[in-house]
């Protein structure tokens, strides 16, 4: 069966650190790939999406940026984080164009 | 104007109450409709998943498109504490990828 794996699921950083956070999927091949911001009190804002390797697509121009250096491996980074980049990160999986996403369990980011 | 709209509530009924929830999209042109339920600092969770017009039903949940008036909604009858989650609405846009609402917030009160 299809997993999604996300870590960390909580993690706190101070302004002006990196980040990376870790995206895999399993039980798939080629899935379409994507990375969501969740702020408190808001919806579901689309950060970057993939539908192969080396393929990166941005919907937001900002501090974050998305590689994926494997068919089932996501990963979001940021060379220096800021304050607004705290909130909840998801990252999830579809394939082809008319099956719903299925969403890792997230992690929550705290820059302080 | 947003391309998906959703009163983000908060909702509070009793237990046992039905629940109606709401979503109105802007595209004429969206075919598939989806309603995610997301527990609290969780993932959300593919709950229902609709093509076009109709109803669908999966136990004490019903999920309604109404493609005239570009209305979908999700009922819940006999609503326990356990769906207190915020429901998210989605459709698929033209290019693929999934649009959602903002969410509405439901508390079932035992």
């Known amino acids: 069966s299809q997993t999604i794996h996300q870590w960390p699921a909580t993690l706190v950083q101070p302004v002006g650190s990196p980040l990376s956070l870790e995206c895999t999927v399993e039980?798939?091949?080629?899935?379409?790939l994507y990375w969501y911001r969740q702020a408190a009190g808001r919806g579901l804002q689309l950060l970057f999406y993939?539908?192969?390797?080396?393929?990166i697509s941005s919907e937001v121009p900002q501090n974050l940026s998305a590689s994926r250096p494997q068919d089932r491996q996501f990963i979001l980074s940021s060379k220096k984080l800021l304050l607004s980049d705290s909130g909840f990160y998801l990252c999830?999986?579809?394939?082809?164009?008319?099956?719903?996403?299925?969403f890792g369990s997230g992690t929550r980011l705290t820059v302080v | 104007q947003k391309e998906v709209e959703q009163d983000p509530g908060p909702l509070s009924v009793p237990e046992g109450a039905i629940v109606s929830l709401n979503c109105t999209y802007s595209?004429?042109?969206?075919?598939?409709f989806m309603w995610y339920r997301q527990y609290s600092r969780k993932g959300p969770e593919l709950l229902m998943y609709?093509?076009?017009?109709g109803n669908k039903e999966d136990g004490r949940f019903t999920a309604q498109v109404d493609k005239s008036s570009k209305y979908i909604s999700l009922f819940i009858r006999d609503s326990q504490p356990s769906d207190s989650a915020t429901y998210l609405c989605?459709?698929?846009?033209?290019?693929?990828?999934?649009?959602f609402g903002q969410g509405t917030t439901l508390q079932v009160k035992p």
């Open positions: 999830a999986w579809s394939v082809g164009l008319q099956s719903g996403y299925t």
């Open positions: 039980g798939t091949s080629n899935p379409n």
């Open positions: 993939s539908v192969g390797i080396g393929q």
């Open positions: 595209n004429s042109a969206f075919q598939y």
């Open positions: 609709t093509y076009s017009s």
């Open positions: 989605a459709t698929r846009s033209n290019t693929g990828k999934l649009i």
